[in-house]
């Protein structure tokens, strides 16, 4: 059945041209975000990237992405050398735009190329049409088109670069090179230390230690393994070591001072715990509680940094990272003792489940962090469909307000949509039967929570903005 879809090549050659079409679209605060940062690396030398703050968007990356930051800006001088001044605040010629929407289209290469290495390390015929239906889901993700090249960020090189990773993890003989590609990765964006202790307890158990013997150290490969890891780094923040830019990165990278929640709330934990807060406060003097009249605004103001509580107890990030620590803690311990591809996989996403649900200040586009890995097995069995349908269309729907533009209102909802129906029900149907029964009330509940969706998107991006504008005086 495989030769009857169009393949990895033919989809990203028409999702390119479709992107190019998007051109003019909406663009948010991160398209002035990489401009800056292309003219930061451009303009000065390495030694002052971290500490340069003429804007207000200075450079929190880690120092490869900083590094493809310049790659990009020795092109980008030849398009228009007016976007590489660090004082050109929000400078958006067209020749900015075609660039840096451009770019975001060809580094997505990295994407292609490592879902056509996932196809090929399929096993059997039957894997591989799996395999490439989920890789198409994958490529024109609607989460990576609202993002990437509409909002504008780099996402689908850097996903290229997990997937890497996860296939290389998936033969002994590339378990190494698995190590070292998301070490590399680490190194472009460290909110992939979410996903980390899942590959630092495979690649203990499946690499470091004797396949028969979990007490049996291979001490050849912890060299290897180490070695490569810890070369990645260097290369990356040795010279910032050399000048004692070291604290300056850390301040950069983790700043913890933003705040619980992010200024547009992800739909994790924290959302629900900051809407009870709100609603306490008008039957807290029923009950006795005391109110704080300084955080009555805070949550709601959206402002970063700005996470107080009226009503309910403060929360700190320790507590975030222990409720974290606790809930990967319960995948990694059947990683730990059924290290195979497919729990690796399961870990791996159940990390980033547990890092979006109770981290500190997690952004909305995170949930791609759980939806991107989990593709890859959504469609081994109707199990795993029935669990990814949901997660699929509330992630993909919470990212809706990220556009909030009238003229991208058809094209996020009707590109949403097309994505659903053609990957969860008709390539969902690739989907073997699974070896244990079905749920027959949470299959029908899924149902009826992806159903509620339809009015939702319908209120939030219609009604909701157009009832509110006409209570305005």
């Given at each position: ?171 002994q003989s590339t378990l190494l ?94 959302a629900l715990y900051s809407f ?198």
């Amino acid at each position: 059945m495989a030769e009857f879809y169009p393949s990895l090549t033919q989809c990203a050659v028409v999702a390119a041209a479709f992107k190019i079409l998007l051109f003019p679209a909406y663009k948010s605060t991160d398209f002035e975000v990489h401009r800056n940062w292309l003219a930061i690396t451009h303009s000065l030398p390495v030694k002052e990237w971290y500490y340069e703050k003429t804007s207000e968007w200075t450079l929190d990356y880690p120092p490869f992405f900083a590094g493809l930051e310049w790659c990009l800006s020795q092109i980008a001088a030849l398009m228009d050398p007016e976007m590489l001044k660090v004082k050109n605040l929000n400078y958006d010629s067209w020749q900015t735009v075609y660039f840096q929407r451009s770019s975001v289209i060809v580094l997505e290469l990295m994407l292609v190329y490592a879902l056509n290495r996932y196809i090929k390390s399929a096993q059997t015929q039957a894997a591989k049409e799996l395999a490439h239906a989920a890789s198409l889901s994958i490529l024109l993700s609607p989460g990576l088109l609202i993002i990437d090249h509409v909002h504008f960020q780099y996402n689908g090189f850097l996903y290229g670069i997990l997937v890497l990773s996860i296939v290389l993890a998936r033969k002994q003989s590339t378990l190494l090179y698995s190590g070292i590609t998301f070490a590399i990765l680490l190194c472009f964006k460290h909110i992939y230390l979410y996903l980390s202790l899942a590959w630092f307890v495979y690649l203990l158990r499946a690499y470091c230690l004797h396949p028969t013997s979990m007490f049996r150290p291979q001490f050849g490969n912890i060299v290897k393994l180490g070695a490569g890891v810890l070369g990645v780094f260097a290369v990356a923040f040795g010279p910032f070591a050399k000048w004692g830019q070291l604290l300056q990165l850390k301040d950069r990278l983790f700043p913890f001072s933003r705040g619980l929640c992010h200024a547009y709330w992800a739909p994790n934990v924290w959302a629900l715990y900051s809407f009870l807060d709100r609603a306490l406060i008008f039957v807290a003097p029923r009950l006795g509680l005391p109110v704080k009249a300084d955080a009555l605004a805070s949550v709601t103001r959206g402002l970063v940094g700005d996470t107080a509580f009226a009503v309910l107890p403060e929360i700190t990030k320790e507590y975030t990272f222990g409720l974290t620590f606790v809930f990967q803690i319960l995948c990694l311990v059947k990683l730990w003792f059924k290290p195979d591809w497919d729990t690796f996989v399961g870990a791996v996403t159940n990390c980033a489940f547990a890092a979006f649900l109770f981290g500190w200040h997690v952004h909305e586009k995170a949930v791609l962090l759980i939806i991107i890995p989990f593709s890859l097995l959504a469609i081994k069995d109707r199990r795993y469909l029935g669990a990814f349908r949901p997660l699929a269309v509330a992630g993909h729907v919470s990212l809706f307000p990220l556009l909030f533009t009238a003229a991208e209102f058809p094209i996020k909802t009707v590109y949403t949509i097309f994505w659903l129906v053609l990957f969860l029900f008709v390539f969902g149907r690739l989907a073997p039967a699974p070896l244990r029964p079905r749920v027959f009330l949470l299959d029908r509940f899924s149902l009826l929570y992806d159903t509620v969706s339809i009015p939702l998107i319908i209120y939030c991006s219609l009604i909701h903005g157009l009832a509110f504008a006409r209570m305005q005086p």
